[in-house]
């Protein structure tokens, strides 16, 4: 049984950068793929960004192509999502989530795919 925990959100700027940490407990993450997810109030979930088991396939929405990284630190067990130039619309509870299939990054983010979610956390940007 994988737990996932969220941190690292928080109130900033338009402009402003945050990293969200991911730490996995229970068992290791090498074998899954690990994804970020947003729901803003009033919509559904969204894929944001999403990793391959290997680290070597990511996938980013649109929207925050250039401004988000993700990576993953297998050894921590933890999986991080660097954000930049946070915009207003960027505000929502991120989640983290973890997969274990071949189907890889893309489709975890573009079906909503985990087998395992974190509680969130609240990343609001504002002025």
């Known amino acids: 049984q994988l737990q996932l925990v969220e941190s690292g959100g928080g109130l900033v700027q338009p402009g402003g950068s945050l990293r969200l940490s991911c730490a996995a407990s229970?068992?290791?993450?090498?074998?899954?793929?690990i994804g970020w997810f947003r729901q803003a109030p009033g919509k559904e979930r969204a894929g944001v960004s999403c990793?391959?088991?290997?680290?070597?396939?990511?996938y980013y929405v649109d929207s925050v192509k250039g401004r988000f990284t993700i990576s993953r630190d297998n050894r921590k067990n933890t999986v991080y999502l660097q954000m930049n130039s946070l915009k207003p619309e960027d505000t929502a509870v991120y989640y983290c989530?973890?997969?274990?299939?071949?189907?890889?990054?893309?489709?975890?983010?573009?079906?909503?795919?985990?087998?395992?979610w974190g509680q969130g956390t609240q990343v609001t940007v504002s002025s």
């Open positions: 989530a973890a997969w274990r299939a071949l189907a890889g990054a893309q489709t975890m983010c573009t079906m909503i795919r985990g087998d395992y």
């Open positions: 990793i391959g088991s290997g680290g070597g396939s990511t």
């Open positions: 229970g068992s290791t993450v090498d074998y899954y793929n």
